[in-house]
């Protein structure tokens, strides 16, 4: 019917009137049927977010010291006669160097004539104490003799008491002339030669503590209040056949700040069963971690969408649509990294779901299809 009028009017009117007439009648239908198709759901991938306190941590250099390291000392002047040779093992109690003691022994030779000496001495006072404290019974002129002889017996005695503690000395001389390892561990360097002479607190050798080995690491000041002692770090370093890894536990936190690097010093002693894996001055890698208290929103690194307004998240809903949620970005832990809605009325929940994949262009309130597996 509608033909029949198009074509009466051709007739009637301007040909090319009424064929442009046609072309937008043409047009305007086409995008009627268009808007009245159904635009299909975009495919997405979608993670869930999870609300947990974030454990983030900080990697920082440490090295390995063991913790009793000494250098040990000559206890005595003299000449060596023995000095145990770098690299060997010892136990505690073991002999590490010896001072020829003879100069020693002699002197204590000499002592103990001079103890001898003055005991004779002594017992010839006590005697004549003795008789002249008869004699003043009967006779007043030996009372000053009395005091005289009384006076050298004291001093005689006294004599011997410092004697006796001279003796002492020697024996203690003689003791430190041998040096001996105090506890047990590895010869790592040696400072003097047999056959030198020595003066006490010479430095003979070092003595590194292999049963104890600790990390020493400095950290920097802002990370104090996440340590404590007791606290487990992990270290590691790299090592000919992959990578060495041990725990170790925190037994000092020096809270003194260096003025200049702003950095504490914290030690963490190696387990036991790792110890013979790491050596004195090795560089490690420690992993300080640094927890939060309070539980904060999580979302994987792949749901955050860069744009010039900022950064933000698309929420799945219930209905499979899309929301676009303004966020700012927090610390971050390997995947997940912190985020928090700018509007609190758009606080993302627990279970939330969140567009991974596919989100890049989808507009708000544009209905979606969830994937199983990432697009």
């Not at 607190?201 to 002692?229: G, I």
Request: charged share 20%; aromatic share 4%; glycine share 6%.
């Amino acid at each position: 019917m509608w033909l029949r009028l198009i074509l009466l009017q051709i007739k009637s009117e301007n040909p090319m009137k009424v064929l442009t007439q046609l072309c937008l009648i043409s047009v305007l239908s086409f995008s009627a049927a268009l808007g009245a198709a159904e635009i299909p759901p975009v495919p997405v991938s979608v993670s869930s977010v999870k609300i947990t306190p974030l454990s983030s941590s900080v990697m920082i250099h440490g090295t390995v010291f063991g913790r009793n390291d000494v250098n040990l000392t000559a206890g005595a002047n003299g000449q060596l006669t023995y000095v145990v040779e770098p690299g060997q093992q010892v136990r505690e109690g073991e002999v590490i160097a010896k001072i020829d003691m003879l100069p020693l022994q002699l002197q204590r030779a000499e002592q103990e004539a001079l103890i001898k000496r003055a005991k004779i001495n002594l017992k010839y006072h006590q005697q004549e104490l003795a008789r002249l404290m008869s004699l003043a019974k009967t006779d007043s002129t030996a009372a000053f003799a009395v005091d005289q002889t009384q006076n050298q017996h004291d001093l005689a005695l006294s004599d011997i008491e410092l004697a006796q503690l001279k003796l002492k000395q020697l024996d203690d001389h003689i003791a430190r002339a041998t040096v001996k390892a105090p506890f047990g561990g590895v010869i790592s360097q040696r400072f003097r030669q047999v056959g030198s002479d020595v003066n006490r607190a010479d430095e003979l050798v070092t003595l590194l503590d292999t049963q104890n080995l600790e990390v020493r690491l400095f950290v920097p000041v802002k990370y104090l209040k996440y340590l404590a002692n007791g606290q487990e770090l992990s270290i590691k370093t790299s090592a000919f056949d992959g990578e060495l890894s041990a725990q170790a536990n925190i037994t000092a936190v020096i809270p003194a700040t260096d003025a200049r690097s702003q950095t504490f010093e914290v030690r963490a002693l190696i387990t036991q069963t790792a110890q013979s894996r790491w050596a004195s001055g090795q560089l490690v890698e420690v992993d300080v971690p640094l927890v939060k208290n309070e539980a904060v929103s999580l979302v994987d690194r792949d749901a955050l969408i860069l744009r010039k307004q900022g950064v933000h998240v698309v929420k799945i809903d219930a209905q499979n649509k899309a929301h676009h949620i303004a966020v700012s970005v927090g610390k971050g832990q390997g995947q997940w990294v912190e985020v928090a809605t700018i509007d609190p009325k758009q606080a993302l929940q627990l279970g939330d779901k969140v567009a991974v994949r596919g989100a890049e262009r989808l507009t708000e309130g544009q209905a979606v299809e969830v994937q199983q597996s990432p697009i």
